[in-house]
C-alpha cells in the first residue's frame, strides 16, 4: 500500500509543477506549497484506501459464519476380519448464514479417509476424501414454531429427544438406540416442523421424500415427536412410518427417557417395529457420570445387529457394550479414550483413543 501511495504522490506532484512552468511569470515559487499539497493528496489516497478496506470487509456477510472440526482415531480390533492398528479421521465444515436474524441457512460439508479401516466404520467416521455436501437446510419461525426445509436433512430434525449419553462408537445404535424413530433419517427432501411450550412439553413432525418425486409413489417418510423435560428427568416418544412405495409399510415405534441421580445420569431407550408381519424390538442402557477427575465417563449396553439394534423374538439377540472417558484438554481439543466389545460369530473387542478438535 505504501508502494501504491507513493505512485500515486509523484504523478500529482509532477502535476503540479507543469502548469507552474507554463506560468512562471505569473506565479512565483512562493505561491507553491508542496508540503501542502503532498497532504491533501495524501489524504485522498488514504480515503482511497478506506474505501478499498471497507469494500474487503464486505465481501461476506457480517451474519456468516464457518466452523471446522477434525476427529482422529488411533487403535485396533481383535476379532474382526482385519485384525490391525489404524489410524483415521474425518473432517467436518459448517457453514451457517442469517438473512432476517430470526432464519438460519446451514451447509454441512463432510471429508475423511480414502480406504477407511474396520475400526473407522466402528466409530462412524465419515469416508472419501474429497469434500461432500452433506446437508442443506434453511430454519425459520412459523409463528412460535420452528420449520426445517432441506435436502439430506433428517426428519427428526425438529424432534426432541430424552437421551444424555454420548455414544464412543456407531455400534453403539444412535440416539439411545433409536436410531430409527427419534432419531430418524430422510430420503431427500424434507420438511420438519417442532414447537415447544413453556411447561417443558414439546411437539414436532416431518416428511422426507426423494429429490425426483415427492409426495408420489415411491417410499415417503412421515414422523411424529412428543416428548416433556426437565432438569432432572425426560420422557420422549416417537412413531415414525415408511410407506414404503410399492413395497411394504414399515412402522416403528420409539422411546426415550433419562433421570439424574447424584452420582450419574441414566438414559434408557427402546424401540419397536412392524413390517410386513414381522416385529422386531430394540434396547439401549447408558449411564453418564459427568465429574469424573477433569472429564466424563459413559457406559453403556444395547442390542446390535450389524445395522440397529432390531430383532425378531426367532432370532439370538447380540450385545455391544462400551465405555469411555472423555476430557477436555481445552476449549478446542478433547481427548476420549475408550473400549468396546461387539459380540458376533466371534466378538469382537476395540481399544481406541479418538482426539476431537473444534474451530
Do not use: H
Not at 509532477?14 to 499539497?37: R, S, W, Y
Amino acid at each position: 500500500m505504501k508502494l501504491f501511495k507513493s505512485l500515486l504522490v509523484a504523478p500529482a506532484s509532477l502535476g503540479l509543477l507543469a502548469p507552474m512552468a507554463a506560468t512562471a511569470n505569473e506565479v512565483t515559487i512562493n505561491d507553491f506549497n508542496a508540503a501542502e499539497e503532498i497532504a491533501v493528496t495524501n489524504s485522498r489516497v488514504d480515503g482511497l484506501e478506506a474505501r478499498l478496506n471497507n469494500f474487503e470487509a464486505g465481501s461476506f456477510s457480517d451474519t456468516t459464519v464457518a466452523s471446522f472440526s477434525v476427529d482422529a482415531v488411533l487403535g485396533a480390533i481383535d476379532g474382526s476380519t482385519s485384525e490391525t492398528t489404524s489410524l483415521d479421521y474425518q473432517f467436518n465444515i459448517g457453514l451457517s448464514t442469517s438473512f432476517t436474524g430470526e432464519d438460519s441457512l446451514d451447509i454441512a460439508i463432510d471429508s475423511g479417509n480414502t480406504s477407511p479401516s474396520v475400526l473407522s466404520g466402528a466409530m462412524g467416521f465419515d469416508s472419501d476424501t474429497k469434500l461432500n455436501v452433506d446437508g442443506v437446510t434453511y430454519t425459520f419461525p412459523v409463528g412460535g414454531a420452528t420449520m426445517v426445509v432441506g435436502d439430506a436433512t433428517d426428519i427428526s430434525t425438529t424432534f426432541t429427544g430424552a437421551c444424555l449419553y454420548s455414544s464412543f462408537t456407531d455400534y453403539t445404535p444412535d440416539d439411545c438406540g433409536t436410531g430409527n424413530s427419534l432419531g430418524a433419517g430422510n430420503k431427500g427432501v424434507t420438511a420438519s416442523i417442532g414447537y415447544a411450550f413453556d411447561n417443558g412439553f414439546s411437539v414436532a413432525g416431518g416428511i422426507s421424500s426423494p429429490e425426483n418425486e415427492i409426495v408420489g409413489k415411491t417410499s415417503d417418510l412421515y414422523g411424529l415427536n412428543a416428548a416433556y423435560t426437565t432438569d432432572s428427568y425426560g420422557l420422549a416418544l416417537a412413531y415414525v412410518t415408511d410407506d414404503g412405495g410399492p413395497s411394504a409399510e414399515t412402522t416403528t415405534w420409539g422411546f426415550q427417557g433419562y433421570y439424574s441421580f447424584d452420582l450419574a445420569d441414566l438414559s434408557v431407550g427402546y424401540e419397536s417395529q412392524e413390517s410386513g408381519g414381522t416385529d422386531k424390538t430394540g434396547y439401549f442402557v447408558g449411564l453418564t457420570f459427568s465429574e469424573v477427575g477433569p472429564g466424563s465417563v459413559n457406559v453403556a449396553a444395547a442390542t446390535y445387529n450389524g445395522t440397529d439394534g432390531l430383532f425378531t423374538s426367532a432370532q439370538d439377540e447380540k450385545l455391544v457394550y462400551e465405555a469411555s472417558y472423555s476430557y477436555p484438554v481445552n476449549d478446542g481439543m478433547t481427548i476420549t479414550p475408550g473400549v468396546f466389545i461387539r459380540e458376533d460369530t466371534t466378538d469382537d473387542t476395540g481399544v481406541a483413543v479418538k482426539a476431537s478438535f473444534a474451530f
